[in-house]
């Protein structure tokens, strides 16, 4: 049976200090599918990250515990979010640099460029591999991080 999204949302409110456990795929994605409907509402983006940080570290570390993985290896989701938010600074001061009109600006969008190019590819392979761990599917049975969910 899959859990219904307002039952996820509750879920993750209720389990905000829980560390230890797992969490279902549909637990975990469903909170995701909150967070990005939250995220389509304007004027609440930093209070939403304020507000979603604990309980989006505390369910993506039993989702990992679900497929046997330690809850730190969600670093590797942090390191890519870090990137992705300094390729899109590094976008915003290229674009902004352009409007110099001079050799300088030219050379200060290209170096962003290339900063961005090549922190680019990092960012991919540690989105990719966090995709694939929260997209697999939990052990069956008891693993080290307590029963399954299913």
């Known amino acids: ?74 670093l590797v989701l942090w390191i890519s979010c870090i990137g992705w938010i300094f390729l899109l600074r590094t976008g915003n001061l290229a674009t902004n640099s352009l409007d110099i009109p001079s050799d300088e600006g030219f050379i200060v969008s290209n170096l962003f460029g290339i900063i961005g190019a090549v922190v680019a590819i990092p960012i991919a392979i540690t989105s990719i591999i966090w995709l694939r761990w929260t997209v697999t599917i939990g052990d069956e049975d008891e693993n080290q991080y307590g029963y399954s969910p299913n």
């Open 1 to 74: 049976m899959h859990l219904a999204f307002i039952f996820a949302i509750k879920n993750a409110y209720i389990n905000i200090g829980a560390f230890h456990g797992r969490t279902k795929r549909s637990e975990y994605w469903w909170f995701i599918l909150f967070l990005l409907l939250l995220g389509l509402a304007p004027g609440i983006g930093h209070i939403l990250c304020a507000v979603m940080a604990p309980p989006i570290v505390t369910l993506s570390t039993r989702r990992l515990h679900d497929i046997g993985k330690s809850g730190w290896s969600q």
